[in-house]
């Protein structure tokens, strides 16, 4: 019904920078929540981000405030994750999620989405 789909993942050295993209198809995301997860290897899958696709509402783990930056282009019907001053311990499998049944507070919880996409992997070296 819905199908995400990320990239833009790599390889970079600390201090850089990288733009993932999430392109969602299927339907229209308009009380949908959109969020971004990763899962470092040997650890639980951990929220990043997300975002109110109707607007209105962001939120941001601790350890990426400030660094990271979500955003969407409606008219590709694409969620953006900007990262800069990237370290390390960003390294992760990235994925972008799907919330369809969004209510006053937005999810930032795995169990509370409904849709994710395959992953992409983001490395960053010393």
């Known amino acids: 019904q819905v199908q995400l789909v990320e990239s833009g993942g790599g390889l970079v050295q600390a201090g850089g920078s990288l733009r993932l993209s999430c392109a969602a198809s299927g339907r229209t995301f308009g009380s949908y929540d959109m969020g971004w997860f990763r899962q470092a290897p040997g650890k639980e899958r951990e929220f990043v981000s997300a975002?109110?696709?109707?607007?209105?509402?962001?939120v941001y783990s601790d350890s990426v405030k400030g660094r990271f930056t979500i955003s969407r282009d409606k008219t590709k019907n694409t969620v953006y994750l900007q990262m800069s001053s990237l370290d390390p311990g960003d390294t992760a499998v990235y994925y972008c999620?799907?919330?369809?049944?969004?209510?006053?507070?937005?999810?930032?919880?795995?169990?509370?989405?409904?849709?994710w996409g395959q992953g992409t992997r983001v490395t960053v070296s010393s």
């Open positions: 999620a799907a919330d369809a049944e969004a209510w006053d507070i937005i999810a930032t919880k795995c169990a509370e989405y409904d849709y």
């Open positions: 975002h109110r696709w109707s607007g209105g509402s962001t």
